[in-house]
């Protein structure tokens, strides 16, 4: 029961889901592409960019994932499975949060949590780099397009990602 | 701006003091702000719907500037438990805005009306990947895009990265978790476990030194 299976993988990733859907690319490939070899290496970078090209939040590359699995049960599977077991917590958990805001271990987890985020983001990056077949031109869209986004902050992402899928069709990635 | 929200300043009083915050007041406020499932509905719609590679600046925008239904400590507050809880932040955002507002219904209004636009333009996108992903000229295009997606994703880890304080102690588990993820490939509950255990130890003590 291919469907169930994806639930209970992405119900259990949404627990470490730490800084977002995009911190658990890493281990979404790792379970989809590696584990079950749902998918291949190419198809998840290309639901990454798909994913990164459409409006809304991060969280859907995952419904992209169930979708290539499963089909229409397999996104809605993918996608509950990645949202419903936060959402219960938080509606159980708001009412309490002003008791134990800024309490030591609640900082601590805080303070703690931020740099392992860090390092998944940094990790989902070098991955679907490796696996997007780039050319060298592309290699280096990567960076030009890292500083441009640091360094013009007024500039919407979305002009970049623009520019990347015109250089992309150009056949300069 | 987050003075701007604050309820209006005590009127200088004269005699004895007044609670300025009697329960008249904060009902009316609370009355004026409280939207309805279909003001849910459509609020977290339009938010799902605007945003492009993240949609938490869109959120705040609707929820405290435009729609005026949370002042921007509120929204503050609110935000600190979805950032500490894993999941998608603005999922959980809306969740406790639902709620807020309209109770358990509220709470599946908004995250549905988050999603539903978004989760029907990425299908419609699936399909036509289906249809026309082999093409070179489309696997250029998701090239491309899939390129700069990961110069966005290593800026992100960067400006992430420089909001850390107390960088030496802290991103030496920046680091750990690189090479467990990306390179020994372990699997991520265990490497947070661990890490969680390690770096909030480290800020643990800390904070206790303070």
Redesign the interface.
């Known amino acids: 029961m291919i469907v169930l299976e994806l639930f209970l993988e992405f119900a259990?990733?949404?627990?470490?889901?730490?800084?977002?859907?995009?911190a658990?690319l890493?281990?979404m490939h790792?379970v989809v592409v590696?584990n079950h070899q749902w998918l291949d290496d190419t198809t998840f970078?290309?639901?990454?960019?798909?994913?990164?090209?459409?409006?809304?939040?991060?969280?859907?590359v995952v419904?992209?994932i169930g979708?290539?699995v499963a089909g229409?049960a397999g996104?809605l599977a993918a996608?509950l499975a990645?949202?419903l077991?936060?959402?219960v917590?938080?509606?159980l958990?708001?009412d309490r949060?002003?008791s134990f805001?800024g309490k030591?271990?609640?900082?601590?987890?805080?303070?703690?949590?931020?740099?392992?985020?860090?390092?998944?983001?940094?990790?989902?990056?070098?991955?679907?780099?490796g696996s997007?077949?780039?050319?060298v031109l592309?290699?280096l869209?990567?960076?030009?397009?890292?500083?441009?986004?640091?360094h013009y902050r007024k500039l919407?992402?979305?002009w970049?990602?623009a520019?990347?899928?015109?250089?992309?069709?150009?056949?300069?990635? | 701006m987050a003075k701007a929200c604050r309820r209006t300043p005590n009127p200088p009083s004269s005699g004895s003091k007044i609670d300025p915050e009697t329960p008249l007041t904060a009902a009316v406020t609370e009355d004026q702000h409280r939207p309805d499932l279909r003001a849910l509905f459509l609020g977290f719609s339009s938010v799902?719907?605007?945003?492009?590679?993240?949609?938490l600046p869109f959120a705040r925008r609707m929820l405290v500037e435009e729609r005026k239904w949370m002042s921007a400590e509120e929204f503050n507050?609110?935000l600190?438990?979805?950032q500490?809880?894993?999941?998608?932040?603005?999922?959980?955002l809306a969740?406790?805005v639902g709620?807020?507002s309209r109770g358990?219904a509220g709470?599946i209004v908004a995250?549905l009306g988050?999603?539903a636009?978004?989760?029907a333009?990425?299908?419609l996108?699936?399909l036509l990947?289906d249809r026309y992903?082999s093409l070179p000229?489309a696997?250029?295009?998701?090239?491309?895009?899939?390129?700069?997606?990961?110069?966005?994703?290593?800026?992100?880890?960067?400006?992430?990265?420089a909001?850390?304080r107390d960088k030496a102690f802290?991103?030496?588990?920046?680091?750990?978790?690189?090479v467990a993820?990306?390179y020994l490939?372990w699997?991520?509950?265990a490497?947070?476990?661990g890490?969680?255990l390690?770096?909030?130890?480290?800020?643990?003590w800390?904070?206790?030194r303070r």
Not at chain 1, 132 to 135: D, F, I, R, T, V
């Open positions: 259990l990733l949404s627990f470490v889901a730490f800084g977002g859907a995009t658990l890493p281990e790792r590696e970078t290309n639901l990454y960019a798909i994913a990164q090209a459409a409006p809304g939040p991060n969280v859907l419904t992209l979708w290539k229409l996104a996608t990645m949202c077991p936060m959402s917590l938080i509606y958990l708001i949060w002003e805001a030591r271990w609640q900082q601590a987890v805080s303070l703690g949590v931020a740099p392992l985020a860090v390092g998944l983001v940094f990790s989902g990056a070098t991955l679907i780099a997007a077949g780039l050319s592309g290699w869209l990567v960076p030009l397009a890292a500083i441009v986004n640091l919407h992402p979305l970049l990602i520019a990347g899928a015109a250089l992309g069709v150009a056949g300069l990635a | 799902g719907l605007s945003g492009f590679g993240g949609v507050i609110q600190g438990l979805c500490f809880l894993p999941g998608p932040n603005v999922v959980n969740v406790v709620k807020r358990v709470a995250p988050l999603l636009g978004p989760f333009i990425v299908l996108l699936a990947y992903g000229l696997q250029g295009m998701l090239r491309g895009i899939a390129a700069v997606g990961c110069g966005l994703l290593f800026a992100m880890a960067w400006r992430m990265g909001a850390i802290f991103l030496p588990f920046t680091a750990l978790t690189v993820i990306a490939r699997p991520m509950p490497v947070m476990a890490g969680l390690l770096a909030g130890g480290v800020a643990w800390k904070l206790g």
